[in-house]
């Protein structure tokens, strides 16, 4: 069973009702979150040709046409399955803008398997201010590089859990829901990222295997 926040769930009802004005105040209720998923995950080389705004209007439709469906029978709570538009508008814009090239790997690669280098730096910057003593925050930029270099040496999808939980804001269900395991097993390869990243201050830069 789908769990949504309540006001999500009364404004899910007020549709199925044949609300005419509800489908508006719902999706209208997700757009800032979902045009900071877009921002997460546009290469800065589509941004520039793309206003976010675009992207997440696109997605809002697409979710729109496909709403009396989710309502027969809801597959994920309803933020994770209307982000799910947003992430195919972004994927189709790479591909589309990036790689035209039928051979490109992008085509072959997962949501999680993709990230612009823009959105790995930021959360590196974050991950490493938030991770280090006092005393290293005069190297903060060094240490960016290490942390930079250990997410790019984690698995895709502890690495997308990293991301969706820091710079997408999600909670630990809709990250569960995001990525298609239970919350237990998100929570594991969490802790377990943040552990590397610590064992990575305190080894003098060392990146961890």
Request: net charge neutral.
């Amino acid at each position: 069973m789908a769990i949504n926040d309540s006001d999500t769930d009364i404004l899910l009802r007020q549709v199925g009702d044949g609300d005419p004005e509800a489908m508006g105040r719902l999706l209208e209720k997700y757009r800032p979150r979902l045009k900071q998923m877009v921002a997460v995950r546009l290469d800065r080389r589509v941004s520039s040709r793309l206003d976010p705004s675009d992207v997440v209007r696109d997605a809002l439709a697409d979710a729109g046409m496909n709403l009396g469906e989710y309502l027969r029978e809801p597959p994920l709570p309803f933020y994770p399955w209307l982000r799910r538009f947003a992430m195919e508008r972004v994927i189709q814009l790479h591909r589309h803008h990036l790689y035209t090239d039928k051979r490109s790997s992008l085509r072959e690669q997962t949501a999680d398997a993709f990230l612009p280098d823009e959105t790995t730096l930021q959360l590196a910057d974050m991950l490493a201010s938030s991770q280090s003593t006092p005393s290293q925050q005069v190297i903060r930029g060094e240490l960016c590089q290490q942390v930079r270099q250990l997410l790019d040496r984690l698995a895709p999808r502890d690495r997308e859990v990293l991301v969706l939980r820091y710079l997408e804001d999600l909670s630990f269900p809709e990250i569960a829901s995001a990525v298609g395991l239970n919350e237990g097993a998100v929570k594991m390869r969490h802790l377990r990222a943040l552990e590397r990243i610590r064992v990575l201050l305190n080894s003098n830069g060392e990146v961890p295997n």
